[in-house]
């Protein structure tokens, strides 16, 4: 039987190493093996998983896809694992996994427990997630929120495969904007920012220096505002980086010298400008005005080069929709910096609106243009919105239903999967088991008995968090996991009506009640890396 490492990577596995079995018969060429995919068939007529593989070499073999595939199959080393294995359509093979070792894989599942999920792709790389990031002139917004607690999951998930993560919070606390922050807290024709907030600061702040009140301002907003609401959000940051401090320790000069040595700064209309065109930019960018003042994109420079300093070797930013065209530019510093731009991931957060009986809401009363993080913490609470900032993808906008979102039913997702997780926990206290880690009792070797198809089913759904877990950290969408819950919990919510947990037959009770705390194991590993409470009664 093939070893408890993930199935979808041994099925890779075991294909490739066919297609190399007939290449050394010499029943196919030499050739380099291209991808190829292993992946679950919308269909569960075409198997547990299937491979695009024959396709995907059909054209350095001279037959047929189908052939092609037929000639893998009986090469295959099944190894206990495949029940079946069969063509379909033009050339894809599809698996069908032996029933044995689903049933085995619940022992793997006690074994590793909390850790069930772990990958080691990440093989202990250095990467820094940098989320949230709102400049601190006014409270977090739905905005905000998306990315913030997107960043979270992803750092969360980073971590579950193998890599070493650092939060980063980016405070944006000098410049034009903390100028605007104090205008409009002296209250002079200068004035950007509106609402309560500002009247209280107004009442706080005597200062009359427009500088020096929007810095009083900014601290404030910060440690009075922002960092109580993340703290609500259930996110901890590694490191709140003050732009300040750049200027204060001179780097941001530091870092203009050096694209001056590099001969990539050059001076025009009385501006110093960095040749970004070199790197893929759609134009070069400004980094001392001809006022003698440096820009944001100045301060950037110095604080990627402060990233590269500390020895991240990937960098994560989430942006918001606004700052989808600052990408190729980031790209640029880095590859000036003599950083692998590949490794520079942007994350571009699309717009939120919220929705209440079908109708778009604006419910802030802080300043009536916008809605508070606070305000959408108050009404459903931190779960619900999590998961339904997690939904959809983050390059899709997206829309929030506030009538859904305090649905106490099975209509609201996250009511559904968490009733999952309750569900379990009543089962288990009905069956007096004992169901700590350390003190659990269950006679593993009754699973054979586990045969019914939703038991299967569970089970197949169970083994698929690893896999989960690998494509989040290979390609960042997070959505993946709140739809994976939806599906797990749905698989247990049909294992619950279609088989007594609690019979009259003790071997067959244990087999279920066995199956029964796998899947708390495994929704509860899914909920931290979520961030979402575990509740054992609704």
């Given at each position: 039987?093939?070893?408890n490492?993930m199935?979808?990577?041994k099925?890779?596995e075991v294909v490739?190493?066919s297609?190399?079995s ?9 050739f ?5 995919l292993?992946e679950h068939?919308?269909?569960k007529?075409y198997?547990d998983?299937s491979t695009?593989?024959a ?5 350095s073999v001279?037959k ?5 595939a037929?000639?893998i199959i009986s ?5 206990n ?10 050339g ?7 029933k044995?070792y ?8 006690f ?5 069930f999920?772990?990958?080691k ?5 250095k990467i820094n997630v ?5 400049n601190p002139?006014?409270?977090?917004t ?6 913030g607690?997107?960043?979270?999951v ?9 890599y070493?993560v650092a939060r980063?919070?980016?405070i944006?606390?000098i410049?034009?904007?903390?100028k ?8 002079d024709?200068f ?8 009247e209280?600061l107004?009442k706080r702040?005597?200062e009359?220096?427009?500088e ?6 900014a601290?404030?907003?910060l440690?009075?505002?922002i960092?109580p ?8 940051f590694?490191k709140?980086?003050s732009?300040k401090s750049?200027?204060?320790k001179?780097?941001?000069?530091k870092?203009i010298?050096?694209l001056?040595?590099?001969?990539l700064?050059y ?6 400008w960095f040749?970004?065109?070199e790197?893929?930019?759609?134009k070069?960018r ?10 944001y ?5 110095a ?5 590269i300093?500390?020895?991240?070797e ?9 700052h ?8 640029a ?10 490794n520079?991931?942007a994350i571009?957060?699309?717009?939120v609106r919220?929705f209440?009986n079908?109708?778009?809401?604006k419910m ?5 243009v ?5 305000e959408l ?8 919105t999590?998961?339904?900032f997690l ?6 906008h997206?829309n929030?239903?506030?009538?859904l ?6 209509k609201?997702?996250?009511?559904y999967?968490q009733y999952?997780y309750?569900r379990?926990?009543s ?5 007096k088991l004992?169901?700590?880690s350390s003190?659990l ?13 939703s038991e299967l089913?569970?089970?197949k759904?169970l ?5 989960i877990?690998?494509d989040?950290a290979?390609d960042?969408q997070v ?8 599906d797990?919990a749905d698989?247990f ?6 088989c ?6 003790k071997?067959l009770?244990s087999a279920?009640l066995a199956?029964a705390?796998?899947t ?11 961030g979402?409470?575990?509740?054992e009664?609704?």
């Amino acid at each position: 039987m093939l070893k408890n490492d993930m199935l979808r990577d041994k099925i890779y596995e075991v294909v490739k190493n066919s297609v190399i079995s007939l290449q050394r018969e010499k029943i196919f060429p030499g050739f380099d093996i291209p991808d190829f995919l292993v992946e679950h068939p919308e269909q569960k007529n075409y198997g547990d998983y299937s491979t695009n593989v024959a396709l995907r070499v059909a054209g350095s073999v001279r037959k047929s896809p189908k052939e092609i595939a037929d000639l893998i199959i009986s090469k295959l080393k099944d190894e206990n694992v495949f029940e079946k294995v069969e063509t379909a359509g033009p050339g894809f093979i599809n698996f069908f996994i032996f029933k044995k070792y689903l049933q085995s894989q619940l022992d793997v599942i006690f074994k590793e427990k909390e850790k069930f999920g772990k990958s080691k792709i990440g093989n202990g790389k250095k990467i820094n997630v940098e989320f949230i990031s709102a400049n601190p002139t006014g409270p977090l917004t739905l905005g905000n929120g998306r990315g913030g607690f997107c960043g979270d999951v992803l750092a969360n998930v980073l971590e579950k495969a193998g890599y070493k993560v650092a939060r980063e919070y980016y405070i944006n606390d000098i410049g034009g904007q903390i100028k605007k922050l104090g205008h409009s807290v002296i209250g002079d024709e200068f004035a950007v920012y509106k609402g309560d907030y500002i009247e209280d600061l107004k009442k706080r702040i005597k200062e009359k220096n427009p500088e020096m009140a929007g810095a009083r301002a900014a601290e404030i907003i910060l440690n009075e505002m922002i960092k109580p609401t993340v703290k609500r959000m259930g996110i901890k940051f590694d490191k709140w980086f003050s732009e300040k401090s750049l200027y204060q320790k001179g780097q941001v000069d530091k870092a203009i010298k050096l694209l001056k040595d590099k001969n990539l700064a050059y001076e025009k209309e009385g501006a110093l400008w960095f040749k970004s065109t070199e790197f893929g930019d759609d134009k070069d960018r400004v980094l001392i005005k001809a006022d003698g003042e440096k820009t944001y994109f100045a301060s950037d420079i110095a604080y990627l080069k402060d990233k590269i300093k500390r020895g991240f070797e990937i960098m994560i930013f989430f942006l918001g929709a606004d700052h989808y065209g600052y990408v190729p530019r980031l790209k640029a510093i880095a590859q000036a910096l003599g950083f692998e731009k590949e490794n520079i991931k942007a994350i571009v957060m699309q717009l939120v609106r919220l929705f209440k009986n079908g109708k778009e809401v604006k419910m802030s009363k802080r300043a009536g243009v916008y809605v508070t993080l606070d305000e959408l913490l108050d009404e459903v609470g931190s779960d619900v919105t999590r998961f339904f900032f997690l939904l959809r993808n983050p390059d899709s906008h997206l829309n929030f239903d506030l009538n859904l979102a305090k649905e106490q039913s099975e209509k609201n997702p996250v009511y559904y999967i968490q009733y999952a997780y309750a569900r379990i926990h009543s089962i288990l206290a009905n069956s007096k088991l004992k169901t700590q880690s350390s003190k659990l009792q269950l006679k593993t070797q009754n699973l054979k008995l586990l045969n019914h198809s939703s038991e299967l089913g569970l089970i197949k759904q169970l083994i698929r968090l690893p896999e989960i877990v690998e494509d989040i950290a290979k390609d960042y969408q997070v959505q993946r996991l709140p739809q994976y819950a939806l599906d797990l919990a749905d698989s247990f919510h049909q294992f619950y009506e279609n088989c007594r947990v609690i019979s009259e037959d003790k071997d067959l009770t244990s087999a279920r009640l066995a199956l029964a705390v796998a899947t708390r194991i495994v929704l509860e590993n899914t909920f931290k890396l979520m961030g979402i409470t575990a509740p054992e009664r609704m």
